[in-house]
């Protein structure tokens, strides 16, 4: 089934089933997103164990940090 019958289904359905869809991929972004954050909290832990991570309050320092 390729995306565009997908679509072409979804334009069938009723709207209760759409609004149920709607909040069906809602909450999967949702997870998705959250899944995200915290594999970046993983990495960030890890790299913090390993000395890679450097923490500043300085902004010129930061500034040249985003700059490299």
Do not use: W
């Not at 565009?4 to 869809?21: F, G, P, Q, R, W």
């Amino acid at each position: 089934m390729t995306f565009c019958d997908v679509v072409e289904a979804v334009k069938k359905l009723s709207n209760e089933e759409k609004n149920e869809i709607k909040s069906l991929i809602e909450h999967y972004l949702i997870e998705d997103k959250r899944e995200e954050i915290y594999q970046n909290y993983l990495i960030s832990k890890e790299n913090h164990k390993e000395g890679k991570l450097h923490f500043s309050s300085d902004i010129d320092e930061l500034m040249e940090s985003l700059e490299n």
